[in-house]
């Protein structure tokens, strides 16, 4: 779980990251590490993190590799714990790491992909800041980033656990700016629209305004480091995700008729 010993001399800001082994979170590990922060990467497979950061050659003393899934509250606090032993209390924690599947409620197996996907998406996003919230408000400052999803806006079909997730986790942050506003530190929510990732490869529906993962992440990080507290990226998808939040249900309803649902599990 712990870095090489090298991470201990490095000097600089440090990020924390989660879902660090693909997709977003591989990009914003790339583009914080560009922007000269020590980079503290949380995955699964800590072995595909290691054998990336060596591809890219990344120095040794600025990367810390923990492995821990972020459903486990134990795996992910101890990583937490581990990465301020280790690198000290990061600057930025972004918890990234999310699931999407589609789920048919009728469908009995489907209850335990929505108890999964509330499990990575809301509580180990909570288990993921709880490490470093109380040195965060100690020392005064600190960003606590979210990434949610446009998704959250409004609840799709054959996205019932995926959506309504989202939805938690951008009035979670919500709640967790005001609790930690008196304190200096900051929570920001990212609310990607649609990105190239493995999360959406095999969708079978149009994806409007689709980024490319490292676009996302250069938006991102200027978000974050501006300190806005709510952010849908790209600013088209913000567009429209107004005007579905604007549009009446009977309207919503019939705009979404017919529209291909999101692949389940087995599918």
Not at 77 to 85: N, Y
Not at 191 to 208: F, H, K
Not at 210 to 217: N, V
Request: hydrophobic share 40%; glycine share 10%; with cysteine.
């Amino acid at each position: 779980m712990s870095p090489t010993s090298t991470a201990l001399v490095a000097t600089g800001p440090l990020v924390f990251i989660t879902g660090a082994s693909s997709g977003i979170g591989q990009s914003l590990a790339a583009r914080y590490y560009r922007a000269g922060y020590r980079i503290a990467l949380v995955a699964r497979r800590a072995n595909e993190v290691q054998a990336w950061a060596q591809t890219q050659g990344l120095d040794p003393a600025r990367v810390g590799v923990y492995g821990a899934d972020v459903r486990d509250i134990a795996s992910i606090t101890a990583a937490g714990r581990a990465c301020i032993e280790q690198q000290g209390l990061p600057d930025v924690v972004i918890a990234n790491a999310g699931i999407s599947v589609g789920i048919d409620t009728a469908i009995y197996d489907d209850l335990e992909v929505m108890r999964s996907t509330y499990e990575t998406n809301n509580i180990g996003m909570a288990a993921t800041f709880h490490p470093f919230v109380a040195g965060m408000c100690k020392r005064g400052s600190g960003r606590l980033v979210g990434i949610a999803s446009v998704a959250g806006i409004r609840g799709l079909p054959g996205h019932g656990a995926y959506c309504s997730s989202k939805a938690a986790v951008i009035s979670y942050c919500e709640s967790l700016r005001g609790e930690c506003r008196p304190f200096g530190v900051k929570v920001v929510t990212i609310a990607p629209g649609y990105v190239a990732t493995p999360l959406t490869s095999e969708n079978r529906y149009s994806m409007p305004f689709l980024m490319q993962p490292d676009d996302f992440a250069d938006q991102a990080f200027r978000a974050i480091e501006g300190g806005v507290t709510f952010r849908v990226i790209p600013w088209q998808m913000g567009v429209v995700a107004k005007l579905l939040r604007a549009l009446p249900n009977w309207l919503f309803d019939r705009a979404l008729a017919g529209r291909p649902r999101k692949n389940r599990k087995t599918q």
